[in-house]
């Protein structure tokens, strides 16, 4: 009786010790740094941007370390169902179809979508004016799922990338006729830079639940709501504290929070 005593008990530490923040260990957070203004690599190899400074500000809230992990985008879920991460902080959209691989905490910023094009491009029906054009989606984005779903079928031609950064460089070049992305990644990271000089926004906001989500939020694993539980209330202390304010106002001159 008393092995099996002292077993329990070890088996109880042991599962103390793996708790994701519990006695200094690091929280492990996946992120694809290809997404400025978001989180992009500075000429030293650092990731910078509003996601990894957000991270960094939750984890001290959370009073535990975040350990960064980079991941193409697509790979991000498979990452961490696989337990190579235990969130995933990369402006990923909280959509019905992600709540059944992952659990979302409540969004820490929101933003539509929007279609880049030639400058002077008006587009009032997507479906029927894209038709036959080269639209550029990035891959396992929810913008790759509607263009699968709605676009496709309708007869535009949809080319998958692993960046956004890979879209912007066939865009100038003329190898796309246009890209559907977030409409503050397209606006600081493409349209506000040289190569996006002659592209402007085209076409309505992308906004229907089904494909665009409710938000953007941070995954963990399906039935992780103790770590789920402290990044909420660590999103909802910086609020109040001022720290997201702080951030938002480095990297955008508006509310990116949202209603």
Not at 167 to 180: N, P, V, W
Not at 182 to 206: I, R, S, V
Not at 231 to 240: P, Q, V
Request: net charge neutral; with cysteine.
């Amino acid at each position: 009786m008393k092995k099996l005593a002292l077993l329990g008990a070890m088996a109880l530490s042991i599962l103390s010790h793996a708790v994701v923040g519990a006695e200094g260990k690091p929280v492990r957070i996946g992120i694809e740094a290809a997404y400025p203004p978001f989180a992009s690599k500075a000429p030293d190899g650092s990731i910078v941007g509003f996601d990894y400074d957000i991270g960094n500000a939750l984890c001290a809230e959370m009073k535990v370390k975040c350990q960064w992990v980079e991941q193409e985008f697509d790979g991000l879920i498979p990452a961490l169902k696989v337990r190579k991460i235990d969130a995933i902080l990369s402006s990923m959209s909280i959509t019905e179809e992600r709540k059944r691989s992952v659990e979302f905490t409540h969004k820490y910023y929101n933003s539509p979508a929007k279609l880049v094009m030639k400058a002077g491009t008006d587009v009032k029906d997507v479906k029927t004016e894209l038709k036959g054009k080269n639209l550029g989606v990035q891959r396992g984005s929810i913008h790759d799922r509607f263009a699968t779903e709605v676009l496709e079928p309708a007869g535009v031609k949809v080319s998958r990338y692993a960046s956004q950064n890979e879209i912007y460089l066939d865009l100038s070049a003329g190898r796309l006729d246009a890209t559907l992305a977030d409409a503050t990644l397209l606006e600081d990271g493409f349209l506000k830079t040289d190569a996006g000089k002659g592209f402007a926004f085209a076409g309505p906001d992308f906004t229907d639940p089904k494909y665009f989500g409710e938000g953007i939020g941070i995954a963990v694993r399906k039935n992780d709501t103790e770590l789920r539980d402290k990044l909420n209330a660590a999103i909802d202390a910086i609020r109040a504290n001022g720290t997201y304010k702080q951030i938002q106002d480095k990297y955008f001159n508006f509310d990116i929070y949202g209603n």
